[in-house]
């Protein structure tokens, strides 16, 4: 008993200490906050799970299973209030989004279990590290996602995130550790570069050109690409290759020149010793009630629970998705597929709908009150399905090798 004392009154004195030497010096204050993790984890015991670094050795597929719904409090694994960088965009609850069942679904793989997300582990792997998410807002949303499942371990005056566009960028002192989002919609350039005024309407993309965004990927040691919604616009998408005429392509053929472009690039710089790539799959859209409960005229609007049977949604291409299967696969560097779209396709709950912002403003209740045109069937709240997505990648970052 009198040693268990000793033990919370030595406990106490270290938390001083933390607040005082945090405050003074980096380096030091990354070992002290590691202290003070393994002090206050729920389990006293090292996050190291060898049964899953055993699965995953063995081949455990991360992308096949089913969602599960928790309920011993564990999910969400941060909220709205806790993380201080969520962007009012993704911020459901805050917004007004009546159910928050989406916040509570964990991902199991049938072959395995995932491991639990150690922010401290991540940022001992990160140390003098940049890691850099790039594509559209879907793929800003898994920054943020990101962001959040780093920062509850950082405390407040250790961490920041700033702006360089198109870069957003979040700072961990103590680690040295750089955690970037690069707004390039379709990877190659485009008139939709620009990270705040991008072109909607009249996209023009130059499939052969990339070096513009690519100067400011070189050396980066974790690289995530993704890019499909924007091409998905009409069937038909102007673009420049090889002189500057432009020209109508269809959008099969776009995004096999746009990835060969990009491919090109990575196998004339990429060190396979100092960096690890990724790309993520496509994100599904949905859009279409009736292809989930036939006979409905609806949207992603008002749904709660995901669907519970086979499903993948026309808005998902096979086409889009077999291109960047085939791409990575004729590739000499090693980039690594995070295929999320099936276990995504599930999750027709976890989209903000009409809790979320156009043009800069939250939707107004008239137009919440008409989902059939206000509604957005294509981004994720958070937390949600996008922390899935990085707990996948966390296990790869963690795990692998
Ligand atoms: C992605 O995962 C799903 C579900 O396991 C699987 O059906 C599909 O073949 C995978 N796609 C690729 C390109 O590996
Ligand atoms: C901090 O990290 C960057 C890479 O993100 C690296 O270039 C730099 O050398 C590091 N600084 C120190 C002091 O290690
Ligand atoms: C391509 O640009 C031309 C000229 O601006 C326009 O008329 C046409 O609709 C555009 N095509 C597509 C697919 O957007
Ligand atoms: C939303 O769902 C609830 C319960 O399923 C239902 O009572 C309500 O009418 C729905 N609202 C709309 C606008 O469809």
Redesign the pocket.
Known sequence: MSSLLTFLLASLVLIGAVRIVTDVSGSTGAWIHEIHHWLFSPVFYNHFDEDFANAFRNGCNLFDGKWALEEDGSRPLYTEDSCPYLTQPVTCQRNGRPDSTYQRWKWEPRECKLPRFDALMLLRSLR???LMFIGDSLQRTQWESMVCLLQSVVPDRRKSVYKDPPRRIFFVEDY???VEFYWAPFIVESNSDHATKHTVQKRQVRLDSVDKHSKKWEGV?ILVFESYVWWMYKPLINATFGSSDVKEYNIFDAYKLALKTWANWLESTFNPQLQKAFFMSLSPTHLWSWEWRPGSKENCFNETYPIQRPFWGAGSSLEMAGTLKDTLQGMKAKVTLLNITQLSEYRKDGHTSVYTERRGKLLTSKEKSQPDIYADCIHWCLPGVPDTWNEILYAYLVYEN
């Open positions: 003098n590290k940049r040295n550790a750089t040691d």
